[in-house]
């Protein structure tokens, strides 16, 4: 009997004395380890039972009469059904424009564009249904129109089982009763369950708020404007009055002329002179043979 007593003391002692190694991580005694598992099993069970984690989202594209003024209704809408404008952007391209004469310095620019625009909201995701029949409603048709709904559940619980084990191991490494051999492992711990909470916290804005695409456009539209002719070759005088300017010219071209050939006299005078002295020079040292003269 006492012997047995004695070796049931050892085998005691023996547990005391063993210390759990796991990585970085030594444990002080075999009953943390145990106690964890637990505590996992029993957050997965009641976490199970919470709210599924639905994240709702919708996209539309349809035809409006007026681009701009659907917009303001979307945002009107938007801010009544306690959500938020994420994006709104609105574009025209011209399809094609021309220039028709009115005048010689005015033009009728004629332009045909097209419109649309593109728009992000976030309204709460019990009013989504609601809200994207009233938008549906402000169109003339629908071209596209799509919900999904995504389950994040498995995620959330994921996470959430994870930033429980994170948890749990700061704080028994802050109490002592687990030695985290690598200093650095302790911060990387702490970002990771930053980064746990942050991913929760997102899927909860998403379970809360639902985002909606939208994208319309409207018929192209035709915009005519007076303009100044900008080619300066339109701008000319009347027939007549060119034609009186012309005849002025010409005679202004003739007395230039007359006052140019006036300015050249002394060369005229030249000229005569070098004529009259050659016909003199032939009369004297230039004479034909008599003999020649009479066959």
């Keep these: ?60 594209a349809f035809k409006v009469k007026n681009v701009q003024r659907t917009g303001d209704s979307v945002s009107a809408l938007t801010n009544r059904y306690g959500g938020m404008v994420m994006h709104h952007q609105m574009h025209s391209n011209v399809v094609n424009s021309q220039d028709i004469r009115v005048s010689d310095d005015s033009v009728m620019h004629v ?77 990387w711990l702490k970002d990771d369950l930053v980064d746990g909470q942050i991913n929760n916290q997102r899927i909860d804005a998403a379970v809360k708020y639902s985002n909606i695409s939208l994208a319309f456009y409207q018929s192209n539209t035709i915009v005519k404007e007076m303009v100044a002719n900008d080619d300066p070759s339109s701008y000319q005088l009347p027939f007549f009055k060119r034609l009186w300017m012309a005849i002025v010219n010409g005679w202004l071209m003739f007395t230039e002329v007359i006052l140019a050939l006036a300015n050249l006299w002394v060369f005229g005078v030249m000229g005569l002179g070098l004529w009259l002295a050659y016909r003199v020079y032939r009369k004297r040292f230039v004479t034909v043979p008599k003999s020649i003269i009479t066959q």
């Design 111 to 187: 332009s045909a564009f097209s419109t649309a625009a593109d728009m992000t909201v976030r309204v709460p995701s019990e009013k989504l249904e609601d809200f994207m029949v009233k938008v549906s409603h402000m169109g003339m048709y629908i071209t596209s129109r799509q919900m999904d709904i995504a389950d994040k559940s498995l995620d959330y619980l994921s996470e959430k089982m994870k930033l429980n084990n994170r948890r749990e191991l700061i704080a028994q490494q802050k109490s002592g009763k687990i030695n985290i051999k690598d200093p650095s492992a302790v911060l």
């Design 1 to 60: 009997m006492r012997t047995k007593i004695l070796v049931v003391l050892a085998g005691v002692a023996l547990l005391a004395a063993c210390k759990g190694k796991s990585g970085n991580y030594e444990y002080a005694n075999t009953d943390n380890r145990s106690a964890t598992a637990d505590t996992v099993g029993i957050a997965a069970d009641t976490t199970i039972a919470e709210n599924a984690k639905l994240i709702k989202t919708a996209d539309m």
